[in-house]
């Protein structure tokens, strides 16, 4: 009997390790399908974030949604069916940001040159991820400087929200101030975020888009939402979704009127924080879902989605968070992400709708975004100094600089710089020597 019982239980834990494809393949559809599904609704808000980052670039704010959803529907085509794998590709949060702000507010670059760079950072990414580069870059860079951009590109994202939202204004004396609390826009902000945190703190399914509704039903309630409406929409106002109008915007990157080295600096700026950010999230994600063999896959089709975003007219995809969802709603294979996908095109439906939502909706969002990016504050060594300072000078450089190119660069050379001044040079990756040096010769042509 009690034989009996442990070849019962040793066949029961054989049975959960097998693939899903050992299971009805009714069951394993219906779950995929939900997973999906739930996939969907966690981060479908990102048609709406998106859009508004992208629109400060200059990208029209209706043309940058439809850029958005087939970014993403792509992405998550190419995610299933390459990568067979339940992750979510998305245009990411925090590498809008850096599209907008700094390639074309920082460098200079005008948004058609800045998906150009895009494009190009893709076939890197393409090309590293099918090659053993991606390890070799990994390893060179030390996981407090990895750690500390993620906790950098946050606060970034806290400080835009907080100005998106109207609760920070511009102030010669002090630089920045508080907004007045009589107006309405800021008591919407603080509203939308505090119920967003709540839901996901209840682990609310669909918490950031219910969090969008309440925010866009609060505003229509105090008065702002015509005039959110109007900013949002831009010089397009009332026309309506127009193809014609998305046609400005498909296969319109540019590499005219750019110079070489600011190409390769851009290219190499995003092309890193492209890197090190699908790197951890997908890792993390097949981990969590018991598949992690099909990394290399992932990578390349997240690489491959990339390429294409160059082309439709938005910021990179990535490995995004929310696909942590529909992980535990039960997704384990690629139907997952396509099902997510053939959602994403359906919203296409709906896009009319999209251009209603105001910024104090849309805000608290990126707020809470940044607050979720903190926890990898934890990962970072402040000890020894010669470590702890260059991570220091990401986290701070990057939101108080609002460049995450130029807060990257101070931290690495600083890093190669204090290495050398304690005497651990020779601890020091020669490939991390060549990224610096690349940062530095970065600073000095600005200086010309």
């Excluded at 693939?19 to 009805?24: A, L, N, Q």
């Excluded at 809470?368 to 991570?391: D, Y």
Aim: hydrophobic share 55%; charged share 10%; proline share 4%.
């Amino acid at each position: 009997m009690v034989r009996h019982k442990k070849k019962t239980q040793a066949q029961a834990d054989s049975a959960s390790l097998l693939d899903s494809s050992s299971r009805p393949k009714s069951d394993v559809m219906r779950r995929e399908l939900l997973a999906g599904v739930v996939s969907f609704f966690a981060i479908v808000y990102i048609v709406i974030v998106n859009a508004s980052i992208l629109a400060d670039a200059g990208i029209p704010h209706k043309a940058g949604i439809i850029a958005t959803v087939l970014a993403s529907a792509v992405g998550c085509f190419i995610m299933g069916w390459w990568g067979k794998s339940p992750i979510i590709l998305v245009p990411g949060m925090g590498i809008n940001a850096m599209f907008t702000y700094t390639l074309v507010h920082g460098m200079g670059l005008t948004w058609q040159q800045a998906l150009a760079v895009v494009f190009v950072s893709g076939i890197c990414f393409t090309i590293i991820s099918f090659t053993s580069l991606a390890d070799q870059l990994r390893a060179a860079i030390p996981e407090s400087l990895q750690e500390a951009i993620s906790v950098g590109i946050g606060l970034m994202l806290v400080l835009i929200g907080l100005q998106k939202g109207g609760v920070i204004v511009s102030d010669p004396s002090t630089i920045i101030s508080l907004q007045s609390f009589s107006e309405p826009g800021v008591w919407v902000t603080f509203a939308t975020l505090a119920l967003t945190c709540i839901l996901f703190m209840r682990k609310v399914p669909g918490h950031l888009l219910i969090a969008i509704i309440f925010g866009t039903l609060l505003a229509y309630m105090t008065g702002l939402t015509p005039s959110g409406m109007a900013e949002s929409a831009g010089t397009e106002g009332n026309q309506g979704f127009s193809w014609s109008l998305y046609g400005e915007v498909f296969g319109q990157l540019t590499f005219q009127n750019i110079s070489v080295m600011t190409m390769g600096i851009a290219v190499f700026s995003l092309s890193l924080v492209i890197v090190f950010e699908n790197v951890g999230l997908i890792n993390a994600h097949l981990n969590m879902c018991g598949r992690p063999e099909r990394f290399q896959r992932a990578m390349q089709a997240n690489a491959l989605s990339v390429v294409t975003c160059g082309i439709f007219g938005t910021s990179p995809t990535v490995a995004t968070v929310e696909t942590a969802a529909g992980i535990s709603a039960g997704g384990r294979t690629g139907w997952t992400a396509i099902v997510t996908g053939c959602l994403f095109l359906a919203t296409l439906v709906a896009l009319p709708l999209l251009t209603f939502i105001p910024d104090q909706a849309v805000a608290p969002i990126l707020i809470f975004i940044g607050g979720l990016m903190m926890p990898a504050v934890k990962k970072v060594r402040f000890e020894p100094m010669s470590e702890g300072l260059p991570a220091f000078f990401i986290i701070a450089f990057i939101p108080l600089m609002h460049s995450i190119v130029d807060g990257i660069a101070i931290g690495f050379v600083s890093y190669a710089l204090f290495q050398a001044a304690v005497g651990k040079a020779r601890e020091v990756k020669p490939l991390f020597y060549v990224i610096s040096a690349l940062f530095a010769v970065h600073f000095i042509l600005q200086a010309i």
